[in-house]
């Protein structure tokens, strides 16, 4: 994959995880785009690291999807646990 389709698979994976986790996330568009791509690499390590399953080069392999998913949503847990109470509310 190229990087506008990792950054489009961010994207997606990282609004999938808001959509999983809901309630109020500190961060907009660009907020959701770096955790997606970020948890999408983080996915990717830990199922080939951990699980034996390689991270494929193909946008529309499920486990490439269910692994930027997955590293999204452990992204989002670990930044609003960081960060979600620094603002007034």
């Known amino acids: 994959m190229g990087i506008i389709s990792w950054?489009?698979?961010g994207l997606l994976a990282g609004a999938i995880a808001k959509l999983l986790l809901p309630?109020?996330?500190p961060g907009g568009l660009i907020i959701t785009t770096l955790i997606g791509v970020v948890g999408a690499s983080l996915g990717g390590w830990?199922?080939?690291?951990?699980f034996d399953?390689?991270?494929t080069k193909d946008f529309y392999d499920g486990t490439t999807w269910a692994a930027?998913?997955?590293?999204s949503l452990v992204l989002l847990?670990?930044?609003?646990?960081?960060?979600g109470h620094s603002r007034s509310r």
């Open 7 to 9: 950054i489009i698979l």
């Open 23 to 25: 309630g109020r996330d």
């Open 46 to 50: 830990i199922s080939a690291r951990f």
């Open 53 to 55: 399953r390689p991270f």
């Open 68 to 71: 930027a998913i997955g590293g």
């Open 77 to 83: 847990i670990g930044y609003r646990l960081l960060f």
